[in-house]
């Protein structure tokens, strides 16, 4: 069985790179593909040296399994090819998430999703949707998920490594004047990934502007939401924000059914649910998640204002769970014959 990571160099593809090696994903070989960039560039892998591939000019004949995570431009120029050699792809972009003939899955949520795949694409969802579901899966599951309001709390490694570059040179720019961040007259330190300055704040505004005032980030927590957990009336209510922090999204989430849930359902669904740590005698935190595979549940309560609904945090390391985990729990799926 060959494997290939598509945007191996990248924050992603770096760590599809190292949890396919933790895991002891069951690949013969492995190819791994970025831009002209990093093409050239070796890694040492478990599978000896191996040489970076231009993703432009290369052949994907011999590949099984494809993870394509170099943006949405290069899934739909290059994940058709690869599909149509024979390789399954799974794309983290969000290129094909929405079509009707590319499955969505959340691995531990909706696995049995994976099989029905016309296209030989299956898609992996938006990174603070996967985080979200995790928790939301098992409650919906447990008494019909009806409504939903998420506000995510999104850190810098969502936007790449870009974004965390941008948080440290601002972080280090700003906090040489710390009188200036508290009675006001700082510098500019001056944005390339995003609109407002990120270190030492907080941009309510995770995206790019679409439709009547959301972002892109915000409709695809609405749309994912409603295709991962297979019920197109779901109404979401999202606010995407973008915080100070490397790595680790964190969602705070009002959730409501089809019939009341009390706090002990919610609970019992919740601890004996896969992939995902219950806690309620500390306070997960991004930090927390940075690095680990579980998703974290904690400030679980009952609703106050309308009775019968649940409120909760949720936290997942947006490079793991979030992406190159994900990616790689559906890889093991279609390598064990789904
Ligand atoms: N970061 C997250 O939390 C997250 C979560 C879910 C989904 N995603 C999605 O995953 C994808 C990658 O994100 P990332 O955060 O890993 O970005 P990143 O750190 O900027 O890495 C981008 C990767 O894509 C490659 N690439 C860029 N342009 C290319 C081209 N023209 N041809 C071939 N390869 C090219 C880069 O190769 P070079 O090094 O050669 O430039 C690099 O390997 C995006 O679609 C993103 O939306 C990210």
């Known amino acids: 069985m060959r494997l290939a990571i598509v945007g191996a160099t990248g924050a992603v593809g770096r760590t599809m790179l190292e949890i396919v090696v933790e895991r002891g994903f069951p690949a013969d070989d492995l190819r791994l593909f970025a831009s002209e960039r990093s093409a050239g560039t070796k890694v040492d892998t478990p599978w000896g040296k191996i040489e970076v591939e231009d993703l432009a000019v290369s052949d994907p004949a011999g590949v099984d399994i494809a993870l394509f995570s170099a943006g949405g431009d290069r899934s739909r120029r290059f994940a058709p090819a690869f599909a149509a050699a024979g390789a399954v792809v799974v794309d983290n972009s969000s290129a094909f998430r929405m079509e009707p003939d590319v499955p969505l899955v959340v691995a531990q949520v909706n696995d049995h999703a994976v099989s029905d795949r016309p296209r030989g694409i299956i898609a992996n969802p938006n990174c603070t949707t996967m985080d979200l579901m995790m928790a939301a899966g098992p409650l919906h599951r447990l008494a019909g998920l009806s409504s939903l309001v998420a506000t995510s709390y999104q850190s810098v490694s969502g936007s790449g490594m870009r974004g965390m570059d941008e948080l440290l040179r601002q972080t280090d720019a700003l906090r040489v004047d710390p009188e200036s961040l508290q009675k006001g007259g700082w510098e500019d330190p001056g944005a390339e990934v995003y609109k407002r300055p990120i270190g030492f704040n907080v941009i309510p505004f995770a995206g790019n502007e679409t439709d009547l005032g ?125």
């Open 214 to 338: 959301y972002t892109d980030e915000e409709w695809k927590l609405v749309n994912e939401t409603r295709k991962i957990l297979e019920s197109p009336s779901i109404r979401v209510e999202p606010t995407c924000v973008r915080v100070p922090v490397m790595v680790g999204h964190g969602i705070a989430a009002t959730l409501r059914f089809d019939r009341p849930v009390s706090l002990d359902e919610a609970r019992a669904a919740l601890a004996s649910a896969p992939g995902l740590q219950l806690w309620e005698d500390r306070i997960p935190t991004p930090l927390d998640s940075a690095g680990i595979d579980d998703v974290l549940v904690g400030r679980l309560r009952a609703t106050i204002g309308e009775p019968g609904g649940i409120n909760l945090w949720v936290v997942g390391d947006n490079l793991r769970k979030g992406a190159a985990l994900n990616a790689v729990q559906i890889g093991e799926l279609v390598a064990a014959g789904a």
